[in-house]
């Protein structure tokens, strides 16, 4: 019999194993082989162990890195904020329109009157805009229902995007992303009720991985989110936060003091927020599509994440109000442009630490034995230029649990 399912050979190949400097790659031509979705052997080919393989197929030389991972999406959402565009760049701000109804609530109430199957067909090609450029895991948000129902709703119809694509996808309870009209000037009912009511429901269909929050002035205070945070971790839940996006709230802080999977954003995050996420082992997100689009000028403090070893990953933000990008490689290209993250940081931030924001690190966003075969297949001179070039076809094939998914 077979010891291995596939053998790819004549590869180059990037691994992004933690601690490996030069995107980890392995010298000389290399080879992997996977056996039941999952890396069986990596390593140069010239010690390649005799064994037998059903498929063995050359890669003529082509890069492998691990295949993308976009770790903060909103991509499922009814409508578009294509009005708002024009409005903001004749000069109303991103909170002068939330403030005045438009915003999140104008997508709060397209998503409202969408049905599950509207959802599903308008958030399908941007999942797949995903895949085409080598992404495998997209994490998923809600946040734009608000109530019990249309939350519940975007989360299963997440769940439905993952088992009708080849893309893993990984769902968010987003419910505590802005204070719904019903419960207006009344925050903290809301947050209640998410604690009794919904997050029971949620927990108990497996609707979530994870729980999110929108610590800002305009959407929740700090002991608001540490009462979600609380009752979704009693639940078993991880959590992460929208922190320091549009000011200082000390979202950073509350996310290291957690343990949050991840804090996002953190363009006003101070050194003390900084210190707070690498005591706390959580990730900094870089958004730079929202930074982009709201004409953002502080940078988030990527030096001081650096010096603090603090894991950066990117992502898109992919959603209609603040990043209606759905690219992850225009993310990457971004963040070495506004960010100043190196290339190599940018695609660690797409696998290595992306994986590690959604908890995935044991199993995915590095090239080593026993973690899935998610691997992404580049007509490229050098793993480089994935921050460089955006909406180039250098995708050459993707695999994801070791399923050619484009050939
Ligand atoms: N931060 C953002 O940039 C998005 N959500 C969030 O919490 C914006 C969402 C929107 O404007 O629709
Ligand atoms: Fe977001």
Same mark, same amino acid.
């Given at each position: 019999?077979?010891?291995?399912?596939?053998?790819?050979?004549?590869?180059?190949?990037?691994?992004?194993?933690?601690?490996?400097?030069?995107?980890?790659?392995?010298?000389?031509?290399?080879?992997?082989?996977?056996?039941?979705?999952?890396?069986?052997?990596?390593?140069?080919?010239?010690?390649? #162990?005799?064994?037998?393989?059903?498929?063995?197929?050359?890669?003529?030389?082509?890069?492998?890195?691990?295949?993308?991972?976009?770790?903060?999406?909103?991509?499922v959402?009814?409508?578009?904020? +294509?009005?708002?565009?024009?409005?903001?760049?004749?000069?109303? *701000?991103?909170?002068?329109?939330?403030? =005045?109804?438009?915003?999140?609530? =104008?997508?709060?109430?397209?998503?409202?009157?969408?049905?599950?199957?509207?959802?599903?067909?308008?958030?399908? #090609?941007?999942?797949?805009?995903?895949?085409?450029?080598?992404?495998?895991?997209?994490e998923i948000k809600s946040g734009?229902g608000?109530?019990i129902?249309?939350e519940i709703r975007m989360l299963a119809v997440a769940r439905?995007?993952g088992?009708?694509?080849?893309?893993?996808v990984r769902t968010t309870l987003l419910a505590a992303?802005?204070?719904?009209?019903?419960?207006?000037?009344?925050?903290?009912?809301?947050?209640?009720?998410i604690?009794?009511?919904l997050l029971p429901r949620v927990a108990e269909d497996n609707l979530a991985d994870a729980v999110d929050a929108?610590?800002?002035?305009?959407?929740?205070?700090?002991?608001?989110?540490?009462?979600l945070?609380?009752a979704a971790q009693?639940m078993g839940l991880p959590v992460k936060?929208?922190?320091?996006?549009?000011?200082?709230?000390?979202?950073?802080?509350? +996310?290291?003091?957690?343990?949050?999977l =991840?804090?996002?954003?953190?363009?006003?995050?101070?050194?003390?927020?900084?210190?707070?996420?690498?005591?706390?082992? *959580?990730?900094?997100?870089?958004?730079?599509?929202?930074?982009?689009?709201?004409?953002?000028?502080?940078? #988030?403090?990527?030096?001081?994440?650096?010096?603090?070893?603090?894991?950066?990953?990117?992502?898109?933000?992919?959603?209609?109000?603040?990043?209606?990008?759905?690219?992850?490689?225009?993310?990457?290209?971004?963040?070495?442009?506004?960010?100043?993250?190196?290339?190599?940081?940018?695609?660690?931030?797409?696998?290595?630490?992306?994986?590690?924001?959604l908890g995935?690190?044991?199993?995915?966003?590095?090239?080593?034995?026993?973690?899935?075969?998610?691997?992404?297949?580049?007509?490229?001179?050098?793993?480089?230029?994935?921050?460089?070039?955006?909406?180039?076809?250098?995708?050459?094939? =993707?695999?994801?649990?070791?399923?050619?998914?484009?050939?």
């Open positions: 019999m077979f010891d291995w399912d596939v053998l790819l050979t004549d590869a180059r190949v990037a691994t992004l194993r933690e601690g490996v400097a030069d995107y980890g790659v392995i010298p000389g031509p290399a080879a992997i082989a996977i056996s039941n979705g999952c890396i069986a052997w990596i390593g140069a080919q010239s010690e390649l #162990p005799d064994k037998k393989t059903r498929q063995e197929r050359g890669m003529e030389n082509r890069w492998v890195t691990p295949a993308l991972i976009d770790c903060h999406t909103h991509l959402f009814g409508g578009d904020r +294509a009005a708002e565009f024009e409005q903001r760049l004749r000069g109303a *701000s991103y909170e002068d329109i939330a403030r =005045s109804g438009g915003g999140i609530m =104008s997508t709060v109430r397209a998503t409202r009157e969408a049905s599950a199957d509207d959802l599903f067909d308008a958030a399908l #090609p941007r999942v797949m805009a995903l895949a085409s450029e080598g992404v495998a895991t997209v734009y608000l109530d129902e249309t439905r995007l088992d009708a694509t080849p893309v893993d992303h802005t204070v719904p009209p019903e419960f207006d000037g009344n925050a903290e009912a809301y947050i209640d009720q604690c009794e009511e929108y610590c800002e002035s305009i959407a929740f205070s700090g002991p608001e989110v540490a009462k945070f609380a009693k936060l929208h922190a320091d996006q549009l000011s200082d709230g000390g979202g950073a802080e509350l +996310a290291g003091r957690f343990g949050a =991840s804090a996002d954003h953190l363009e006003y995050t101070t050194q003390k927020g900084v210190r707070a996420l690498a005591d706390g082992n *959580s990730v900094a997100v870089l958004l730079p599509g929202a930074f982009l689009t709201l004409g953002e000028t502080q940078l #988030p403090p990527v030096l001081d994440l650096r010096e603090a070893d603090v894991p950066i990953a990117v992502a898109t933000d992919c959603n209609p109000g603040t990043s209606p990008i759905c690219s992850l490689r225009t993310a990457m290209m971004l963040a070495c442009r506004m960010f100043k993250l190196t290339p190599e940081e940018c695609l660690a931030g797409v696998t290595r630490n992306a994986a590690r924001a995935l690190l044991g199993d995915r966003g590095t090239l080593e034995p026993g973690k899935r075969a998610d691997l992404a297949i580049w007509d490229i001179s050098h793993p480089r230029e994935l921050a460089y070039w955006t909406g180039t076809p250098q995708l050459a094939e =993707s695999i994801i649990g070791g399923h050619t998914t484009r050939p």
